[in-house]
């Protein structure tokens, strides 16, 4: 049943990430992407953010924290990479600007590709890192559906405008299938280990890298920049992660479950915190180049 469960998770996750890379795509002007990107200051104190501040954090967390080995290099492989396809959901449902959110995640993106083979081994020494392989993953995943998304809406604008709704609606859906399904699928792992403190670290390594990119976000007039910076430090990137533990632990489960826990505890908190997020913001529901409703 469990196994089951797992494999749930295994075939909605990709759907999840395809549908809302490619949401973006349909709903973005590829100049309101670059607009973000081209702000150098936010970007340094991003990658400062995700590649300095928040693994000294878990560092120093567990220097602290005494627990099992594999658990450590687990949690150790989530707090190094970041940019993950959850932060468009975040972003959305706290009611920021779209292309900011997507600008901010490729810049982690490319940046997880060159920091992870650099640093990882640095603080773990047994990991080897095949870069090559990470870069095509991610690429793959969450660049080449914008680009297809944008694509489509110039080539054929008619469909895209129809389709739009739905490819976000599904996308909500199979959402809660990842959350749900993953959940339930390892909750006799989240037991074997709840009692060590992984779980607890993994947590509290959220919630601190949250005040951190809110802290270096900085601020404009509508917050945007404080807001995203905070959901998109405390966001790892699992894909990156799994990647990195699957080559050098596949035969140690406790570093792929630790960090999928991590993960699916963090979306289920962050998801939470966006929500609250958007009661402040004015901005209506962020730059749509289709003013349609998106949730269900």
Request: glycine content about 8%; hydrophobic content about 55%.
């Amino acid at each position: 049943m469990f196994q089951i469960l797992i494999n749930i998770a295994g075939i909605a996750l990709p759907v999840f990430v395809f549908l809302t890379m490619l949401n973006v795509g349909l709903t973005q002007e590829p100049k309101d992407i670059v607009k973000y990107l081209r702000d150098r200051n936010f970007a340094l104190r991003m990658l400062v953010a995700n590649f300095v501040l928040a693994p000294l954090l878990m560092w120093g967390m567990l220097q602290v924290f005494s627990i099992d080995p594999y658990l450590r290099v687990g949690l150790t492989i989530f707090s190094i990479c970041a940019g993950a396809p959850f932060l468009i959901k975040l972003t959305q449902l706290s009611e920021h600007d779209l292309a900011l959110g997507a600008s901010t995640m490729i810049t982690l993106v490319l940046a997880t590709v060159i920091a992870a083979p650099l640093l990882l081994p640095l603080i773990v020494p047994q990991i080897e890192i095949n870069g090559g392989m990470i870069a095509w993953t991610l690429l793959k995943q969450l660049i080449l559906p914008i680009v297809l998304g944008m694509v489509l809406s110039k080539v054929l604008p008619n469909l895209t405008e129809a389709a739009q709704p739905w490819v976000a609606r599904i996308g909500n859906w199979t959402l809660y299938v990842v959350l749900v399904a993953t959940l339930a699928g390892y909750f006799p792992e989240t037991k074997a280990i709840m009692g060590q403190g992984a779980i607890l670290i993994g947590i509290a390594f959220i919630l601190g890298s949250f005040g951190i990119g809110y802290l270096l976000g900085g601020r404009d007039k509508e917050d945007h920049l404080q807001d995203i910076g905070a959901l998109g430090t405390a966001q790892r990137n699992t894909a990156a992660s799994m990647i990195i533990a699957a080559q050098n632990f596949s035969d140690y489960p406790e570093v792929l479950v630790i960090i999928t826990i991590a993960n699916t505890l963090g979306i289920a908190i962050l998801l939470a915190i966006a929500k609250f997020l958007s009661k402040d913001n004015k901005v209506g529901i962020y730059t749509y180049r289709y003013r349609l409703r998106t949730d269900t």
